[in-house]
C-alpha cells in the first residue's frame, strides 16, 4: 500500500549546483576569452565608474546577476581575490529586484598592499544581483569564486573558546583570534604578542619585531600567527634571542584552492606560488632558546621570497600542571 505515493526508487536526486569561477581581470581584447558559467549566474556586467570632479574615476562596479537554483539554498559563499591596496578596498553589496541593500559586506582586505582574498557569507533569499564595489578603475579586482552553502546543526564544547567555524571550500582551518588578555588553561598560558597586521619583506629586510617577558622558564612554546601571501616553498624564519629557529610550518589547504597564484621569474624554469588569503603559521619555540625575563623575537621573509603580512600573532607557554601526563624515563 504506497497510497499512490512515489517509491523510493522513483525518487531521482536532485544534482547539486555547480561552483562558479568568475576571472574579473580587465584583459586586452586579443588575450580575453569567453566565460563559462552555471546557469544561475544570469549576468556579469563592469558598469562605467563614476567621473569625479577632478575628472578621475571614483568607483567602479562590477554586477552579478544570480538566481537561486532552487528553494534548497539560501546562502550564497563568495571569495573575492583582490590586490589589496590602501584606499582601494573593495566592498560586497547584494541587492534585490526593487533595488534595496540586503547585505553591505564592509571593506574587505587589511590595506597592505599585497594580493588577497576575503570571504563573506550573503544570504540570498530575495537577492537578485552582488554589486563588487572597488574605489578606482577597478584592475585591483582578479576574481571571484561563488559556491551554496548547506545547513547543519553544530555541536559546541561547553568550557572550551566558542570558535566561528565555517566550512570553507578547499580549506578546514578556522580564522585565528588573538585573546585581547593573557589566558591560562591547563597549565599554558596564552599571549598576544600583536593583533594587528604587520607587513614583512624579504627584499627589504622589513621584519616584524617583537619583546616578551617570562617569569618562568617554560617547558617549551608554540608560536603561531596568521599569514597573507606566503611563498610556500620558503615560509618564514624565526629567530629568538638571536638563535634562528628555522622556518615555521604553513596549514596549506589543497592544490585546487584558486587562491594559489603562480609567479615565473626571468631565466628561470621552476614555477614558484604564493598564497594569496591567509594561511596559519606555527613553529614550536624551545625552552633553551628562552629566557627568565626580556626575550626577542623576530619574523623574517627570506631573500627572494616578496612580501607577506602577518596578524594574530600569538605565542603559548606550557608550564607543569598537576595533571600534566609525562613519563620519566631511566637510562640503561
Avoid: C
Amino acid at each position: 500500500m504506497s497510497e499512490a505515493l512515489p517509491s523510493p526508487a522513483e525518487i531521482t536526486p536532485q544534482p547539486l549546483p555547480e561552483s562558479a569561477w568568475l576571472d574579473l581581470r580587465q584583459n586586452a581584447p586579443r588575450n580575453s576569452k569567453t566565460q563559462n558559467a552555471p546557469a544561475w549566474v544570469e549576468a556579469l556586467t563592469l558598469l562605467p565608474g563614476e567621473a569625479t570632479e577632478g575628472g578621475g574615476t571614483s568607483k567602479s562596479i562590477f554586477r552579478i546577476r544570480v538566481a537561486q537554483p532552487s528553494s534548497d539554498y539560501h546562502v550564497l559563499f563568495f571569495r573575492l581575490f583582490f590586490d589589496d591596496k590602501q584606499n582601494q578596498q573593495p566592498e560586497l553589496i547584494a541587492w534585490d529586484e526593487s533595488g534595496t541593500h540586503i547585505l553591505r559586506s564592509g571593506a574587505l582586505g587589511v590595506g597592505m598592499n599585497l594580493p588577497s582574498s576575503d570571504s563573506v557569507l550573503i544570504p540570498m533569499t530575495g537577492a537578485s544581483a552582488i554589486d563588487i564595489e572597488v574605489p578606482g578603475d577597478g584592475k585591483t579586482i582578479r576574481a571571484a569564486y561563488l559556491d551554496w552553502m548547506t545547513t547543519s546543526e553544530v555541536a559546541h564544547p561547553v568550557n572550551a573558546e566558542h570558535r566561528d567555524v565555517i566550512p570553507e571550500p578547499f580549506s578546514s582551518a578556522p580564522a585565528l583570534h588573538a585573546p585581547p588578555e593573557d589566558v591560562e588553561n591547563f597549565g599554558t598560558v596564552t599571549a598576544t604578542l600583536a593583533p594587528d597586521p604587520i607587513r614583512i619583506d624579504g627584499e627589504t629586510r622589513e621584519n616584524a619585531v617583537f619583546q616578551f617577558p617570562i617569569e618562568a622558564q617554560p617547558l617549551t612554546a608554540l608560536l603561531t600567527f596568521e599569514i597573507a601571501n606566503p611563498a610556500i616553498d620558503a615560509a618564514p624564519e624565526i629567530f629568538v634571542n638571536g638563535q634562528d629557529i628555522g622556518p615555521v610550518s604553513l596549514t596549506l589547504p589543497e592544490l585546487a584552492d584558486p587562491g594559489y597564484r603562480g609567479e615565473m621569474e626571468p631565466l628561470t624554469t621552476q614555477m614558484r606560488f604564493h598564497y594569496t588569503g591567509w594561511l596559519r603559521a606555527q613553529k614550536i619555540l624551545p625552552a633553551t632558546a628562552l629566557k627568565v625575563g626580556p626575550n626577542d623575537l623576530v619574523i623574517a621573509n627570506g631573500v627572494g621570497s616578496g612580501s607577506s603580512a602577518i596578524r594574530a600573532t600569538q605565542i603559548q607557554l606550557k608550564y607543569i600542571w598537576d595533571k600534566s601526563d609525562y613519563l620519566l624515563r631511566t637510562s640503561r
